[in-house]
């Protein structure tokens, strides 16, 4: 008969450091970046005083990304947990390292927490807070569940992820106060843009969307004709941008925002030839060139 000493044992993780990195996972970090950065373009568009109060637009970052952004992917991950259990079984969800209801129950608190620190920043970035998470919930849950319709769902992500944190950034600078009319007027604008960058995400999924009932646009009308549709939505609120930085602020300051949308058209015949191959590399090119421009804007304005 053979024993095993202590030593030879290995021990697994613990419970505890387990849960932590499902949890981490289920926040997905690295879909953190268009909400922040986002904010941030709201705040350098707020103008005087973004730079004094750089504390603030730095925790308004967290609250973009980690805090809201963050709870809107543990939302979709609870509510997606039948279809991830298909498609993606080593997810924290199906594949048990997030058990019984905790997503559930991170996704509630997350969604509060996320609410208390934004009422610390005053009563417009709360409002555009409280609508973020509204959004995030009807877009993954029953019985709206959004996500089913390609033209709404995306509409709410992009108006989540663009135009209520550019808002949000740019009232956090102006300590709590409703944005200039210009920068919510821009920031609709980028907003209906992303909704385009939205259909981008969708070619990855299209065959699991078609079988699971949800009407993506790649889904709905065919992988071709969404993304010219894409290429549209992303285009033509970029030429409303340099129309209206042109009769704000002149031709000088619009020019290298026209000089972004140019080479995004350019990098778009790549994309329409083989969409569901070149979404990826698109997402790469054109969406960096897209963000870009934002910022571009966002100085503009100030």
Request: proline residues 7%; charged residues 15%; aromatic residues 8%.
């Amino acid at each position: 008969m053979t024993t095993t000493t202590p030593e030879a044992i290995e021990p697994g993780p613990a419970p505890g450091s387990e849960r932590l990195r499902a949890a981490v996972e289920l926040l997905k970090p690295i879909t953190w970046f268009p909400p922040m950065w986002a904010f941030a373009c709201g705040a350098v568009s707020a103008g005087v005083g973004w730079d004094a109060r750089l504390g603030l637009a730095m925790g308004g970052i967290a609250l973009a990304g980690p805090l809201l952004c963050g709870g809107s992917q543990v939302v979709n991950d609870w509510f997606d947990r039948e279809v991830d259990a298909i498609n993606e079984p080593d997810r924290p969800i199906p594949s048990g390292r997030a058990p019984g209801r905790f997503a559930l129950w991170m996704a509630i608190g997350w969604s509060l927490l996320a609410l208390a620190v934004a009422a610390l920043f005053g009563r417009w970035v709360l409002a555009a807070s409280t609508l973020g998470v509204a959004l995030a919930w009807a877009y993954s849950a029953p019985p709206l569940r959004l996500k089913r319709n390609g033209w709404i769902g995306n509409s709410a992500v992009a108006l989540s992820y663009e135009g209520l944190a550019w808002i949000t950034g740019a009232a956090v600078v102006l300590g709590g106060a409703l944005p200039d009319p210009r920068i919510l007027l821009v920031a609709l604008l980028y907003s209906i843009g992303a909704h385009g960058i939205m259909t981008l995400n969708d070619f990855k999924s299209v065959d699991g969307d078609r079988l699971m009932g949800i009407g993506s646009l790649p889904a709905r009308l065919g992988v071709a004709r969404a993304a010219r549709i894409a290429c549209v939505m992303m285009v033509a609120p970029q030429l409303v941008v340099i129309a209206c930085v042109t009769a704000w602020s002149g031709g000088r300051a619009a020019a290298p925002i026209a000089a972004v949308v140019a080479l995004q058209l350019a990098c778009m015949p790549r994309l329409l030839r083989a969409p569901r191959d070149q979404a990826a590399w698109y997402n790469a090119t054109g969406v960096t060139l897209y963000v870009t421009g934002m910022m571009v804007c966002a100085w503009a304005l100030r």
